[in-house]
């Protein structure tokens, strides 16, 4: 485990925020991360939401010593099977951000409770350079002022940056207000379709799977925008999908309570009992390996981490078809199931369809 701290300064100097990341790679510190399961998760982007800076100490704690922590957690929780899960760890590495908004969670301890956005007033997860700037009819600028132009702000690109270097195949970016999993895309309704709806398909499994093993179904499930019932420009989790290629993004709500009062944010946004806390901390760590577990059943992953039995589904759809198929038929069976069309030739097909369409969409978000 070993931490880094960058500082980023903005042109004209008048504001500035780091950004502490901490590296742990359960199987030992490597140089290079280029065989291992990478997956990068922050925390904190949101200054009110407190309660998910607690769950990094949590994941941490679990990460520094997963012999011990792991298999108590797993115990305790009743998830998952610790063989499986301590061995995919072991080919991990995870770069936790604690919390990325320091600046705004700075404004929340002196007391101004109800703010989210960062030092200067602008939020964080509307400064991305996906559909940047688009305002919804109920915009509210003392919520979501999205800067003054896309990547405008230092915690943008501090994050931005760790991503383009890391290359994450997991994007977890985990706020509060509610509890609920989601998944691309926040700026529109519905989820990838086309090339990346087999992937998609996949990612809505995982998080059903989690959400049944973790939560007994409780939480809300599905892409951002349509689940949570109002659309989100220029987030973080949708530049991770549609430009950056994380095949797997996502953004996690952890708490919400709707019986508190408008003004009450403390409580809207963190629980306030001690058994409340460990309750929201306990759970949405044991989730992050609930999560990991579901690995290797998804197509999306590194080869080497499938299961045998998706690889044995996949070269069975390879025998069928042969390889070069890239018929529409084809294309086709991809959005009914996951693995049907699953041809080397026609997975390639779509990481270049798919490609093409998110640079189309991030140069209509530049614009
Ligand atoms: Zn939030």
């Given at each position: 485990m070993q931490a880094?701290?960058?500082i980023f300064v903005v042109p004209d100097m008048s504001y500035n925020s780091t950004l502490r990341i901490v590296t742990v790679e359960p199987g030992g510190l490597t140089a290079t991360?280029?065989?291992?399961?990478?997956?990068?998760?922050?925390?904190?982007?949101?200054?009110?939401?407190?309660?998910t800076s607690e769950i990094a100490l949590g994941l941490l704690r679990v990460l520094a010593d997963p012999a011990r922590e792991l298999l108590t957690l797993l115990e305790r929780r009743r998830v998952g099977s610790p063989i499986p899960m301590?061995?995919?760890?072991a080919k991990s590495v995870w770069k936790v951000i604690p919390l990325e908004n320091s600046r705004g969670r700075a404004v929340?301890?002196?007391?101004?409770?109800?703010?989210?956005?960062n030092g200067r007033g602008v939020d964080t997860n509307r400064n991305w350079g996906v559909?940047?700037?688009?305002?919804?009819?109920?915009?509210?600028?003392?919520?979501?002022?999205?800067?003054?132009?896309?990547?405008?702000?230092?915690?943008?690109?501090?994050v931005r940056e760790a991503a383009v270097l890391f290359q994450p195949h997991i994007w977890i970016n985990v706020h509060s207000g509610m509890e609920?999993?989601?998944?691309?895309?926040?700026?529109?309704?519905?989820a990838p379709g086309g090339g990346g709806a087999a992937a998609s398909n996949a990612t809505l499994a995982m998080l059903a799977g989690v959400n049944k093993e973790v939560f007994g179904g409780r939480c809300v499930v599905g892409p951002g925008g349509k689940s949570v019932g109002y659309l989100a420009h220029g987030t973080a989790t949708d530049y991770m999908h549609g430009i950056l290629k994380v095949p797997v993004s996502l953004t996690w709500e952890v708490f919400g309570d709707e019986s508190a009062a408008y003004e009450d944010c403390y409580r809207m946004f963190n629980p306030t009992t001690r058994e409340g806390l460990e309750a929201v901390v306990d759970s949405w760590t044991?989730?992050?390996?609930?999560?990991?577990?579901?690995?290797p059943d998804h197509m999306g992953m590194p080869r080497q981490f499938w299961s045998p039995q998706l690889a044995a589904q996949v070269a069975a759809?390879?025998?069928r078809d042969g390889l070069g198929l890239t018929r529409p038929a084809v294309l086709g069976s991809w959005g009914l199931a996951p693995w049907m069309g699953a041809s080397l030739a026609v997975v390639a097909f779509f990481v270049v369809l798919f490609r093409r369409r998110g640079r189309s969409r991030a140069t209509h978000a530049a614009q």
């Open positions: 880094n701290q960058t991360h280029t065989d291992k399961l990478r997956i990068l998760v922050n925390f904190g982007q949101h200054a009110r939401e407190l309660v301590l061995e995919l760890l929340v301890e002196a007391g101004r409770f109800c703010e989210r956005r559909d940047w700037g688009k305002k919804e009819p109920d915009y509210d600028p003392n919520e979501e002022f999205p800067g003054t132009k896309a990547f405008s702000e230092p915690e943008a690109n501090l609920a999993l989601f998944m691309p895309f926040d700026h529109k309704v519905g044991a989730a992050f390996f609930a999560l990991l577990s579901r690995v759809v390879r025998a």
